[in-house]
């Protein structure tokens, strides 16, 4: 059985699996074997929203909007096209913070990504210490 499946595949052109001192024989158009391929994780998929249910509100959408009007372009970098709201200070469910019309600036998605994944390097080094 071992001895046919071998012979398959090596008339599809045959490579060996590039995980390290791993020898099985895989298609040229793969790069892993089945035993060492990752499941793909989408980012974030895992993350815990506090506030996701905040953001479907009126009181929200007002806010944001007050905000953008205020300030149309990005705090960082001046932009004024994709345009996000940032919290200053993660409110992590606290309602009070989530609305403070003063914890909120205007950025664009790019910035938004730097800022936010500044933010979780910090705090993944507070928890590890």
């Known amino acids: 059985m071992f001895l046919q499946e071998c012979i398959g595949i090596l008339r599809m052109r045959a490579k060996i699996c ?3 001192s791993c020898n099985k024989l895989i298609k040229q158009d793969e790069r892993y074997c089945e035993s060492h391929i990752k499941p793909k994780v989408k980012p974030f998929e895992n993350a815990v929203r506090h506030n996701e249910g905040l953001y479907n ?3 929200w959408r007002k806010l ?3 905000v953008l009007s ?3 372009y990005c705090a960082k970098c001046g ?3 994709n345009l996000e709201i940032h ?3 993660p ?3 606290n309602e009070g913070l989530f609305f403070d019309e003063n914890n909120c600036v205007p950025v664009c998605k790019s910035c938004h990504r730097i800022i936010t994944a500044r933010e979780i ?3 993944y080094k507070i928890n590890s210490m």
């Open 18 to 20: 590039n995980f390290p």
């Open 57 to 59: 509100t009126t009181r």
């Open 64 to 66: 944001r909007k007050e």
């Open 70 to 72: 205020e300030t149309p």
């Open 79 to 81: 932009i004024s096209k």
């Open 87 to 89: 919290h200053i200070v």
């Open 91 to 93: 409110p992590r469910g």
């Open 121 to 123: 390097k910090i705090v």
